[in-house]
């Protein structure tokens, strides 16, 4: 490992600010060396407790993190947020715009908020924020908030890390809660239904209730749909109350544990797998002779990459 | 070596008064050339720009400026940021600011002085030839 992660590794033991955020941008630059580092501080993690915060565009998640930050800080416990938001497809740059609402929380003593861009179809946010989780956890966070707009399917796999997710719903979606894409509800563990100042968020919590009640995993039917008012702070203790009860039970799941750690091996192994393919054939003179085969008919893609996966397996 | 080094931009509009039209137009521009811009908005006090600025580990800052009470705020953000041992960044000002007010801007620290209307173009090849 080069000097400078070297120190970074050495400053997040010491608890600096700076090594901290130095070396979240080089392990998501995926600076060289990153790997070693995250190696080296892994032993240290396993203390945080992660909560996913996501839901649609608008719905008041940064207001609410702003919210929840500040009532854990009360609890005498330090707060990392990680708040993602997607790369332009065109540019590949970024507007990162949630700490516009936790602008005061953000510079108080115990929170770190740091923003994340999707960057791109790399597939490798989930591992990348995951990443980030654990330096914080290094760190010595306590709890470690991270916030995604749930629409795509990378910004769901993020949030499904965590030990806690809570999805955030809004009076007004549309028809009840169609609006929220099916894939985002089945990884809820508890429901806010936030701007409850706003007519029909009642009819919101029924319909949410309405829908896990119909649930065939026993789990489902009990799960909590609570009402918010971010900007003024109401039902805030109440979620804050559900959400250390919940965390209490899922620390009793400990299947879940594993899993993940599972999950998680898995995933960093195909993107290896992936990246070496990448590098062996990207710029193969073999493959170039298989796809003049193919072109002319006298062999078929299927069998190619059988006799290349054959190949690697030996 | 950097495999997916991306330029990380603060855009923020320190003090109380003003519309934040000009910091929003600098912030869009940026991302449109390819930088992540940390939008933090209006009302920003030295003290949010400068933790700011460290947490996201951002290479440039940017600040739109209305007027020279803004020197003060500014000088407290580049002291403030050496008070924290921060890491070499990168100081933008943005804004109706006159030619005379120019030298004060880049002795205090100031790297580059935009005035209303500078094309962001001009703003992001400024960037990408004065970061490492
Ligand atoms: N009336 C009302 N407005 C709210 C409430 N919570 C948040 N808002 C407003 O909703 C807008 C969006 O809030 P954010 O916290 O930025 O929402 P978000 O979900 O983080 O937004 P994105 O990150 O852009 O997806 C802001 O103008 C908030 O002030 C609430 O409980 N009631
Ligand atoms: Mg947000």
């Excluded at chain 1, 890390?161 to 609006?179: E, F, H, K, R, S």
Aim: with cysteine.
């Amino acid at each position: 490992m080069d000097n400078e992660l070297e120190n970074l590794v050495n400053g997040i033991a010491d608890g600096s600010v700076r090594s901290l955020a130095g070396m979240i941008t080089c392990v998501e630059n995926r600076t060289t060396g990153w790997l070693e580092a995250m190696k080296k501080i892994y032993s240290k993690t396993g203390h945080a407790r992660v909560i996913g915060i996501t839901g649609p565009p608008g719905a008041g998640k940064s207001t609410l993190t702003d919210r929840l930050t500040r009532t854990l800080l009360d609890k005498g416990l330090s707060v990392g947020v990680i708040a993602v938001d997607p790369s332009s497809p065109f540019s590949g740059g970024a507007l990162l715009g949630d700490r516009l609402r936790m602008k005061d929380v953000s510079a108080l003593e115990g929170v770190f908020v740091r923003s994340m861009a999707t960057r791109g179809a790399l597939g490798g946010l989930s591992l990348a924020a995951r990443d980030v989780v654990k330096i914080m956890d290094a760190f010595g966070k306590d709890f470690i908030l991270v916030e995604t707009v749930g629409v795509g399917q990378d910004e769901i796999e993020v949030v499904k890390t965590a030990d806690l997710v809570m999805v955030v719903c809004v009076p007004g979606m549309g028809d009840g809660i169609q609006a929220i894409k099916a894939g985002i509800m089945e990884i809820a563990d508890i429901f806010v239904v936030n701007k409850a100042d706003i007519e029909g968020a009642d009819s919101v919590v029924k319909d949410i209730q309405a829908m896990l009640s119909m649930s065939t995993d026993k789990g489902k039917k009990t799960i909590q749909v609570l009402k918010t008012v971010a900007t003024s702070g109401d039902g805030i203790t109440e979620l804050v109350d559900t959400l250390f009860q919940e965390l209490e039970a899922t620390k009793k799941k400990a299947g879940r544990q594993r899993d993940r750690i599972k999950e998680e091996i898995i995933g960093l192994l195909e993107r290896e797998v992936s990246r070496l393919i990448h590098k062996r054939l990207d710029h193969n003179d073999k493959l170039d002779v298989s796809v003049d085969k193919i072109l002319a008919r006298e062999c078929d893609p299927y069998s190619v990459v059988q006799e290349i996966t054959d190949d690697y397996i030996k | 070596m950097e495999q997916g080094k991306k330029v990380r931009v603060l855009v923020a509009k320190p003090g109380l008064d003003g519309h934040e039209r000009g910091a929003r137009v600098v912030a869009y521009g940026l991302r449109d050339l390819g930088f992540e811009v940390i939008y933090t908005g209006l009302r920003q006090s030295a003290d949010i720009i400068a933790k700011a600025a460290i947490q996201e580990d951002v290479d440039v800052i940017g600040l739109s400026i209305l007027s020279g009470a803004h020197m003060t705020l500014t000088r407290k953000v580049l002291d403030k940021l050496k008070e924290q041992d921060a890491r070499d960044v990168l100081m933008l000002i943005g804004g109706v600011i006159p030619d005379e007010d120019v030298p004060k801007w880049k002795e205090m620290g100031v790297s580059g002085v935009f005035t209303s209307g500078t094309p962001i173009k001009e703003i992001g090849d400024f960037i990408n030839s004065n970061i490492s």
